[in-house]
């Protein structure tokens, strides 16, 4: 700490004025600051709080050596020094951040895998033992906007690197393949794009190693780029960047890479970490160099599994053949599948009758990394579900008869993922402490304030992950995403695709839209504090008309109705209407069909309807039929 000898001390203990003021001076002395740390550039208001001065008094040090600045004005590291010298302030450089920067980092990604939920491959790799863990091949996806040469470049690795055999089905599609660079495996999953990359994630799974993003050198970074960019950093996928077409006139590399590091892909060249290599997928140009690239990452990644050890995999894609029956490409992700093996797959089972190569050629055993199509399954599996070797064929559809019955039950009970409803109770359970957020508005305008504001929600508590920020309708990709990031989605005057909704309320993912910030700054705050109040809505069950009114003396009258549309049930709210005016809004006491309770009536059906705290019918009148439902 250098505290400069020019400190001026001005107390007169003599003056009596003087003492009047000194507790105010002493306040004023406290917040003064003898060192200050100030960068390249400094205003000077910005100068004078860091210092805890006023402004003025730095503008009239400045007018001594004959600098009029307004407060506004930006001041180099220099003249600060000096104006700090004269006010009896040092003003230091600032601290090189480097061990702080590391700590951070790895803070960082701690969270990040803390965050991450393990799924059933990560566990069971973590039982294995690390001694038997071996080197195993990464395995690859390929993502990007639409045209940009996904499929070309998939094609153009396919073709120079995969030996054609006599099975010789190269152009068969299976969902992966594998190709050999410099004596080692690459596994490429052969359906591109995002959503199918999502679709696995929303499952459970985890099978890509490494992101390939395809960007087009004429074209530059599109909605669909940004998309696949932060489906790949939700899943913590390292991404490594193909720039391609370069074989066009109009190509543009630095471009490419400049809109690139705007979202916070950096190329190595320019001292970030992320490879950006030059291609083209339809002359076959730089693929080797990708290749090679592929595997520096997956060395790096250090990707192992154990090939003794319990085998366990994932669905890539599964058909129904005419000829052959269920066929399903599976990847093999620890121990080794071999032909004869029973498996479980999700709610199915079977048992391994055949096995093939990607290129169809018969195996009879496959380890890590390894994509194989096998016959015998009993029924079609989805994508994305896990399989496991079990001991035997009893042991696997016991396993999938269980799981098809739980899963039924689950059905009953509609689920909910993430919502803001329940945040705080997550908070507290310590169940969570991210919050992920993906954001949708209807131009850039909406979205960067909208992005601005929830970062600033952003607390020590809960934090506020932006998964992603684009414009444009809410998708079924951006629901994917939510399902398998556990995140909820903004929309800002956007609309929600038919596919969208329907996965959203058959998944549980909650959507919330709004029109104005501050409506939404104002529930995130209220879920944060475990204050959000549900809102309600009413939905209309059915309506009944009143044709016969009959007196009973203990409990007064029963109108005799006949259920018109929907269904009517007990205990649900109900409204009386005579001539369409509401004459009393209350709920269903009693119900019967005949002379029976019955919990619900459908329509076409005759029963005695009884409201609480209503005497009187009239035939004609009409009861409707009402529940309060959650909004989500
Ligand atoms: P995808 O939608 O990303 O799978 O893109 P495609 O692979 O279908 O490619 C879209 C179009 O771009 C096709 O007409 C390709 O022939 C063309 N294309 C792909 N890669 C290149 C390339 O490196 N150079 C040129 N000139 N055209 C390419």
Same mark, same amino acid.
């Given at each position: 700490m250098a505290t400069k000898s @020019? +400190?001026? #001390? $001005?107390?007169? /203990?003599?003056?009596a004025v003087e003492a009047q003021q000194s507790a105010q001076k002493e306040a004023q002395k406290e917040a003064q600051t003898t060192v200050v740390e100030v960068g390249d550039f400094v205003t000077v208001r910005e100068l004078a709080k860091l210092m805890g001065r006023s402004p003025i008094d730095l503008i009239k040090v400045l007018m001594q050596f004959g600098i009029m600045a307004p407060i506004d004005q930006r001041l180099d590291h220099d003249t600060a020094a000096i104006v700090g010298e004269e006010l009896g302030v040092e003003v230091r450089w600032p601290e090189p951040e480097v061990e702080e920067e590391e700590a951070e980092e790895a803070a960082a990604a701690e969270e990040k895998a803390a965050a991450m939920p393990k799924t059933f491959i990560q566990k069971v790799l973590e039982q294995e033992?690390?001694?038997?863990l071996v080197e195993r091949p990464p395995v690859v996806a390929i993502l990007g906007?639409?045209?940009?040469g996904k499929t070309t470049l998939l094609d153009q690795i396919r073709h120079t690197n995969v030996v054609a $055999?006599?099975? =010789? =089905? *190269? $152009? #068969?599609? %299976? =969902?992966a393949y594998q190709v050999e660079v410099d004596g080692r495996k690459i596994t490429f999953?052969? %359906? /591109?794009?995002?959503e199918a990359f999502t679709a696995m994630r929303a499952r459970g799974? #985890? +099978? $890509?190693? *490494?992101v390939v993003l395809v960007v087009a050198a004429d074209d530059g970074v599109m909605p669909q780029t940004r998309e696949a960019i932060s489906h790949a950093k939700a899943a913590g996928v390292p991404i490594i960047v193909?720039? @391609?077409?370069?074989?066009?006139? @109009?190509?543009n590399i630095d471009r490419v890479m400049e809109e690139l590091s705007k979202e916070g892909l950096t190329p190595e060249e320019w001292g970030g970490d992320t490879i950006m290599v030059p291609v083209s997928a339809l002359k076959g140009i730089g693929i080797e160099d990708l290749l090679e690239n592929i595997l520096v990452v997956a060395e790096l990644e250090q990707l192992k599994a154990n090939p003794n050890g319990k085998c366990v995999g994932t669905v890539i894609e599964a058909k129904l053949d005419r000829f052959r029956g269920v066929t399903a490409t599976l990847l093999v992700q620890n121990g080794t599948l071999k032909r004869g093996d029973a498996i479980v797959v999700g709610t199915t089972w079977g048992r391994i009758k055949a096995m093939f190569d990607y290129q169809g050629k018969p195996i009879k055993k496959a380890g890590p990394s390894t994509p194989v199509v096998v016959l015998g399954l009993q029924e079609i599996p989805k994508a994305g579900e896990v399989f496991e070797v079990v001991k035997n064929d009893k042991e696997a559809r016991r396993i999938a008869e269980e799981r098809k019955e739980a899963e039924k039950a689950k059905a009953r009970v509609p689920q909910r993922r993430m919502s803001l409803e329940d945040l705080f109770a997550k908070v507290e359970g310590g169940e969570v402490t991210t919050l992920n957020i993906i954001v949708r508005a209807d131009v850039q305008g909406t979205l960067e304030p909208v992005v601005q504001s929830l970062e600033r929600l952003s607390g020590d508590e809960v934090k506020l992950k932006i998964l992603q920020a684009a414009i444009g309708d809410i998708t079924e990709s951006d629901v994917m995403l939510a399902e398998a990031s556990d995140a909820i989605i903004i929309g800002f005057n956007v609309g929600v695709e038919k596919s969208a909704q329907r996965r959203a309320e058959q998944s549980g993912v909650e959507i919330r839209r709004y029109k104005v910030i501050y409506k939404m700054i104002e529930d995130i705050e209220a879920a944060l504090k475990g204050m959000l109040e549900p809102v309600y809505e009413e939905s209309i069950l059915g309506h009944a008309e009143v044709r016969e009114v009959f007196r009973v003396r203990r409990t007064g009258a029963v109108a005799g109705c006949m259920v018109l549309d929907g269904v009517i049930r007990r205990n649900a709210k109900a409204r009386l209407l005579r001539d369409g005016e509401e004459v009393a809004n209350t709920v269903i006491e009693t119900l019967k069909r005949f002379t029976e309770d019955v919990s619900e009536v459908r329509a076409g059906y005759e029963c005695g309807i009884k409201l609480a705290n209503v005497t009187d019918y009239q035939i004609g009148d009409i009861i409707e039929a009402y529940e309060m439902v959650e909004v989500r």
């Open positions: @020019n +400190v001026k #001390q $001005t107390k007169s /203990p003599e003056k033992d690390p001694a038997k906007h639409v045209d940009h $055999t006599e099975a =010789g =089905g *190269i $152009t #068969q599609h %299976t =969902g999953l052969d %359906t /591109p794009g995002h799974a #985890q +099978v $890509t190693d *490494i193909a720039i @391609n077409k370069i074989d066009k006139p @109009n190509a």
